[in-house]
């Protein structure tokens, strides 16, 4: 079964290739962008269009080790408290034992 999904990954990461040199190949134009009175230089537009979504991508990444990180923080603080009130119930326990 992992050398099915080995072959299913290297698959798609091959069209995912295929696709961006095809797209690459065929979107040749010069382009230049402006933003806020500044103006990029004329390159191909596909090089924007691949750049963009390459960044979008590292930023998605980004986002997602960070919410990752923040979620993993709050459930270690939330296992320590657990882990003491678990703590106090058998202190509890025992002492209505004795008593």
Do not use: C, H
């Amino acid at each position: 079964m992992l050398w099915l999904k080995r072959v299913l990954l290297i698959l798609v990461l091959l069209l995912v290739a295929l696709a961006t040199m095809d797209f690459m190949l065929e979107n040749q134009q010069a382009t230049s962008l402006q933003f806020l009175e500044m103006q990029s230089p004329a390159l191909p537009l596909s090089i924007y269009v691949v750049l963009a979504f390459i960044l979008g991508s590292v930023l998605g990444v980004f986002v997602g080790w960070l919410i990752t990180t923040r979620l993993r923080l709050k459930l270690m603080v939330q296992s320590n408290e657990l882990n003491r009130y678990r703590k106090e119930i058998d202190k509890l326990r025992t002492q209505a034992v004795k008593g």
